[in-house]
């Protein structure tokens, strides 16, 4: 373990810290990579509770610069996540909080210089939170008024506009470089657009992930980062109450890091994928399969998949 460390410090560590959560849950655990995720601004019923368990488990490859001497790193990576929506009504417009926190245990392993090595990680992530806005379409109604409009709903376009803010409160030690929290503040502004007709629902939503400085990086360093641009779309097919499938796609670009205000030639390019199929188990309640796919687009980077499984309940 220390010779794999001591490489690792080479490395200027911003794709380090990244590669931490390269995968996509249902309830969107706290990491900025690739996040094709559906469904973020469906039409809910306002004054209502929202839950949501999940259990995500990821295989990575993962790329360094050769001049790292750095071969064969795999990524294997365990993530439990727990969620809350509230629903409310904005401005005369419906809108909901979102609040996640996730635990997770990784762990690395490859060969430095030849020699097989490793290293490992357990604790809480960093908290997300979100608020979003419906600003077209998805009038605030409750109860059976929302139920009523829900059942004479046919084509529909809907328009959200929504903020997720990265807090920085997982597990962070300065003189490690791999580290479950990031210590440092992320704004990521979106904008995304549903239209449905009969079963078919189509979805768009572009973000933007800005960074705040981490002046406390590895070993007292300075870290800032560019802004990372994301762009994601989903194609779903409702198959009755509560039961649907999907298909997602996305892409990100940017990202690029600086360390002490030196460029570090790091820009980020991903494509990811993801099928998901939801299930009624009651009422109000639904267990939704997940399977995540993501590819690098650059030399260094990280090829993962992810298998997840989340169970959602309402009251």
Same mark, same amino acid.
């Not at 959560?21 to 559906?38: D, I, Q, S, V």
């Not at 969620?83 to 996640?100: H, N, P, Q, V």
């Not at 290293?119 to 809480?124: D, H, L, M, N, P």
């Given at each position: 373990?220390?010779?794999?460390?001591?490489?690792?410090?080479?490395?200027?560590?911003?794709? *380090?810290?990244?590669?931490?959560?390269?995968?996509?849950?249902?309830?969107?655990?706290?990491?900025?990579?690739?996040?094709?995720?559906?469904?973020? =601004? +469906?039409?809910?019923?306002?004054?209502?509770?929202?839950?949501?368990?999940?259990?995500?488990? $990821?295989?990575?490859?993962?790329? &360094?610069?050769?001049?790292?001497?750095?071969?064969?790193?795999?990524? $294997?990576?365990?993530? =439990?996540?727990?969620?809350? *929506?509230?629903?409310?009504?904005? #401005?005369?417009?419906?809108?909901?909080?979102?609040?996640?926190?996730?635990?997770?245990?990784?762990? =690395?392993?490859? #060969? !430095?210089?030849? !020699?097989?090595?490793?290293?490992?990680?357990?604790? =809480?992530?960093?908290?997300?939170?979100?608020?979003?806005? +419906?600003?077209?379409?998805?009038?605030?109604?409750?109860?059976?008024?929302?139920?009523?409009?829900?059942?004479?709903?046919?084509?529909?376009?809907? !328009?959200?506009?929504?903020?997720?803010?990265?807090?920085?409160?997982?597990?962070?030690?300065?003189?490690?470089?791999?580290?479950?929290?990031?210590?440092?503040?992320?704004?990521?502004?979106?904008?995304? @657009?549903?239209?449905?007709?009969?079963?078919?629902? $189509?979805?768009?939503?572009?973000?933007?992930?800005?960074?705040?400085? +981490?002046?406390? &990086? &590895?070993?007292?360093?300075?870290?800032?980062?560019?802004?990372?641009?994301?762009?994601?779309?989903?194609?779903?097919?409702?198959?009755?109450?509560?039961?649907?499938?999907? *298909?997602?796609?996305?892409?990100?670009?940017?990202?690029?890091?600086?360390?002490?205000? @030196?460029?570090?030639?790091?820009?980020?390019?991903?494509?990811?994928?993801?099928?998901?199929?939801?299930?009624?188990?009651?009422?109000?309640?639904?267990?939704?399969?997940?399977?995540?796919?993501?590819?690098?687009?650059?030399?260094?980077?990280?090829?993962?998949?992810?298998?997840?499984?989340?169970?959602? &309940?309402?009251?």
């Amino acid at each position: 373990m220390p010779a794999f460390l001591t490489v690792l410090r080479s490395f200027h560590g911003a794709f *380090i810290r990244r590669s931490l959560c390269p995968f996509a849950l249902g309830l969107a655990l706290p990491c900025f990579a690739l996040e094709p995720e559906p469904r973020m =601004w +469906n039409h809910l019923p306002v004054d209502a509770n929202f839950g949501g368990i999940a259990f995500a488990h $990821t295989e990575a490859d993962i790329y &360094f610069d050769p001049t790292l001497r750095l071969e064969n790193v795999e990524l $294997t990576q365990d993530t =439990w996540a727990a969620k809350y *929506i509230r629903t409310f009504e904005a #401005l005369g417009k419906s809108a909901r909080l979102d609040i996640t926190q996730a635990y997770q245990r990784a762990k =690395w392993t490859g #060969l !430095v210089n030849g !020699v097989p090595a490793s290293t490992s990680r357990v604790g =809480w992530s960093d908290t997300l939170v979100r608020v979003a806005m +419906n600003v077209y379409g998805a009038p605030p109604l409750r109860g059976q008024e929302f139920a009523r409009y829900r059942a004479t709903a046919g084509r529909e376009t809907i !328009v959200g506009v929504g903020l997720v803010l990265r807090l920085p409160t997982g597990g962070y030690e300065e003189d490690k470089l791999l580290n479950l929290g990031e210590n440092r503040f992320v704004f990521r502004p979106q904008l995304g @657009v549903i239209h449905s007709r009969g079963n078919w629902t $189509t979805e768009l939503t572009g973000e933007v992930a800005l960074h705040a400085e +981490n002046d406390d &990086f &590895f070993n007292g360093n300075s870290l800032e980062q560019e802004p990372l641009y994301f762009v994601h779309g989903h194609l779903i097919y409702s198959l009755g109450p509560g039961q649907w499938a999907g *298909i997602s796609l996305g892409y990100n670009h940017g990202g690029e890091s600086r360390i002490n205000g @030196v460029d570090q030639d790091d820009v980020r390019q991903n494509v990811g994928w993801k099928l998901s199929y939801a299930h009624p188990v009651t009422p109000v309640s639904g267990l939704k399969v997940s399977y995540v796919g993501s590819r690098t687009e650059e030399t260094t980077g990280f090829d993962a998949e992810t298998l997840v499984v989340d169970l959602s &309940f309402a009251w």
